[in-house]
Antibody, heavy 121, light 113 residues
Framework: EVQLVESGGGLVKPGESLRLSCGPS????????MNWVRQAPGRGLEWVSS????????YYADSVKGRFTISRDNAKNSLYLQMNSLRAEDTAVYYC??????????????WGQGTLVTVSS | DIVMTQSPDSLAVSLGERATINCKSS????????????LTWYQQKPGQPPKLLIY???TRESGVPDRFSGSGSGTDFTLTINSLQAEDVAVYYC?????????FGQGTKLQIK
């Protein structure tokens, strides 16, 4: 069974940093592109970032470009999102989501349960 | 960016009836070289992550009941849920993957009348 488990969320102050992790199971991480998608409380979905299976292709939403860094360690079967210079508008549930291919297709066939990031002073 | 606009924002349908949700993109998401529409539909139940229902505008994901169907091409798309069941209460989102950034519609909340 495919599962994605996010961790690392929490309460931070504006300007601080946080690192999210995603640990998949039930499939070989190295074969798939992976993504982060967020959802502010009571709001819709916003794509944040994508990384191809070999890390050759990396993409970011303009809202996080220069502040967030997506990475993966296929040997450790893990996906990461380093979030720096956090702002109140980054407050959201962050989902790890699998793309069905090695190079990004752009849609997401499996999602984790999400981890909540709250940015507040 | 491609703007995705769903209608209605919410709707209430009786059990056993048909629900129809529309999604319009600000530009075509039909890729001429492969004649595919880069459009998906997701279902999100309260307290849960989204679940993939439909991709390539009309291909049902494995395990999704056949009462869910997707149609449309270019800029106008429809998600149809036939014979509505109580477990279909959710927010439904369309998403385009034709261009970066990938963008979602604002969501349509489906309730039972």
């Amino acid at each position: 069974e495919v599962q994605l488990v996010e961790s690392g969320g929490g309460l931070v102050k504006p300007g601080e940093s946080l690192r999210l992790s995603c640990g998949p199971s039930g499939f070989t991480l190295s074969s798939y592109s992976m993504n982060w998608v967020r959802q502010a409380p009571g709001r819709g979905l916003e794509w944040v970032s994508s990384i191809s299976s070999s890390s050759s292709y990396i993409y970011y939403a303009d809202s996080v470009k220069g502040r967030f860094t997506i990475s993966r360690d296929n040997a450790k079967n893990s996906l990461y999102l380093q979030m720096n210079s956090l702002r109140a508008e980054d407050t959201a549930v962050y989902y790890c989501a699998r793309d069905p291919a090695g190079d990004p297709q752009g849609y997401f066939d499996y999602w984790g349960q999400g981890t909540l990031v709250t940015v507040s002073s | 960016d491609i703007v995705m606009t769903q209608s209605p924002d919410s709707l209430a349908v009786s059990l056993g009836e048909r629900a129809t949700i529309n999604c319009k993109s600000s530009q075509s998401v039909l890729y001429s070289s492969n004649n595919e529409n880069y459009l998906t539909w997701y279902q999100q139940k309260p307290g849960q992550p989204p679940k993939l229902l439909i991709y390539w505008a009309s291909t049902r994901e494995s395990g999704v009941p056949d009462r869910f169907s997707g149609s449309g091409s270019g800029t106008d798309f429809t998600l149809t849920i036939n014979s509505l069941q109580a477990e279909d209460v959710a927010v439904y989102y369309c998403q385009q993957y034709y261009n970066l950034p990938y963008t979602f519609g604002q969501g349509t909340k489906l309730q039972i009348k």
